[in-house]
């Protein structure tokens, strides 16, 4: 069964810090490139960072230099720390597989505003 949960969101001024954590099965950890995807109101779901099973990343140019993916290959989790946050960063996160597969649902996801 493919699980995904993803935590750590919050209320957060711009300018702050946050980390979030994912927390996935191992059939859909093990051996793949894992990712962070994002959802703000009225708009599509947009990948922001990656890592590979290896360690090697990528990110979005709207995060590059303030983001930072890690993962846990023992503890099938992915983290994504998050500073220097701006208003535009507000939205719903995400984890999974990079790429998604079509039969591959989504967790819960965990809340991000980012508010003065």
């Known amino acids: 069964q493919v699980q995904l949960v993803e935590s750590g969101g919050g209320l957060v001024q711009p300018g702050g810090s946050l980390r979030l954590s994912c927390a996935a099965s191992g059939s859909i950890f093990r051996g793949n490139t894992m990712g962070w995807y994002r959802q703000a109101p009225g708009k599509q779901r947009e990948l922001v960072a990656d890592?590979?099973?290896?360690?090697?990343?990528s990110y979005a140019d709207s995060v590059r230099g303030r983001f930072t993916i890690s993962r846990d290959n023992a503890k099938n989790t992915v983290y994504l720390q998050m500073s220097s946050l701006k208003l535009e960063d507000t939205a719903v996160y995400y984890c999974?597989?990079?790429?998604?597969?079509?039969?591959?649902?989504w967790g819960q996801g965990t809340q991000v505003t980012v508010s003065s």
């Open positions: 890592i590979s099973r290896f360690g090697s990343t």
């Open positions: 999974n597989r990079v790429p998604k597969l079509p039969n591959t649902g």
